[in-house]
């Protein structure tokens, strides 16, 4: 079917369509062929794009159709799109996910958010195996458990922690943090190296003073990563082969074996 197609497209009305035209057809079809191959490459990455996810759209049409959301997404849609992780995204993202209807959309898969590969590169969504500090810290602020661990372990070793000491009992409430279900961010959070100071204060100068050199504690992330995928993946995204990339491969296949 696919020849026949091809064949009426490349014969116009009129011209014979005989054997004898073979050779004639052969050299429109090496011509269509160099035409076609660069449109077959595009409609294959365009295909393997991921499709948004049902979660991902109601959260982001919940947020549109709310004003304080809709005016908090506005600037992260604008700024998370350069691919290096600038200040200006990581302050948008901590803005959106100050608000309620912000966290449920950053908490989904991401599907429907144009810089999802932004917000992942650079540890920007909250579900990833690796968050950025300073979201991994607002995320524990607004959970009871999180929080009052979190709250405890800064008010007694803060200070002593600033300093490069950390004692046993500091530990202990770091790891005790570290084991709620939220403080888990914690053991693996990392920064990004766009002017982050904040975020690589908390990483190394208190999460990781208190980290280092305990038995069964987490090693953080390196600090190094504003464009690099973060270690494990995305355990979202990546949980399995979606449709559309599955129908891109054979689709390429197709098209090679009828072009080629």
């Known amino acids: 079917m696919f020849r026949n197609v091809l064949f009426c497209l490349l014969v116009p009305p009129g011209e014979p369509s005989s ?23 595009i409609v294959s990455l365009c295909l393997a794009q991921e499709a948004p996810s049902e979660a991902c ?41 100050q608000n309620k209807l912000g966290r449920v959309l950053l ?8 810089g999802r590969d932004e917000l992942r590169t650079c540890n920007f969504l909250p579900a990833e195996s690796t968050v950025h500090c300073s979201l991994g810290k607002l995320a ?17 070793c803060e200070a002593d922690a600033a300093r490069g000491a950390c004692s046993e009992k500091c530990k202990t409430l770091l790891n005790q943090t570290i084991e709620t279900s939220v403080g888990a961010i914690f053991g693996n959070c990392t920064c990004t190296t766009r002017d982050d100071q904040l975020c690589t204060n908390l990483k190394d100068n208190l ?48 098209l090679t074996v009828f072009l080629f």
Do not use: W
Not at 107 to 114: E, G, V
């Open 19 to 41: 054997r004898g035209d073979s050779e004639h057809l052969r050299i429109r079809m090496i011509r269509m062929r160099r035409l076609l191959l660069p449109l077959v490459i």
């Open 57 to 97: 759209t109601k959260a982001l049409t919940d947020c549109e159709n709310d004003l304080e959301c809709q005016n908090r997404l506005a600037p992260m849609m604008a700024a998370c799109t350069t691919g290096t992780c600038q200040p200006q995204c990581r302050s948008a993202v901590l803005n959106v996910y």
């Open 207 to 254: 999460l990781g003073v208190c980290l280092k050199n305990t038995p069964g504690s987490a090693t953080l992330s390196p600090s190094d990563n504003s464009i690099t995928d973060a270690p494990g993946g995305n355990d979202l995204a990546d949980s399995g082969a979606h449709p559309f990339h599955v129908f891109s491969v054979i689709s390429v296949y197709l």
């Open 107 to 114: 908490r989904t898969d991401a599907t429907c958010i144009p």
């Open 140 to 156: 524990c602020e607004g959970d009871l458990q999180c929080n009052s661990k979190f709250g405890v372990f800064m008010s007694e």
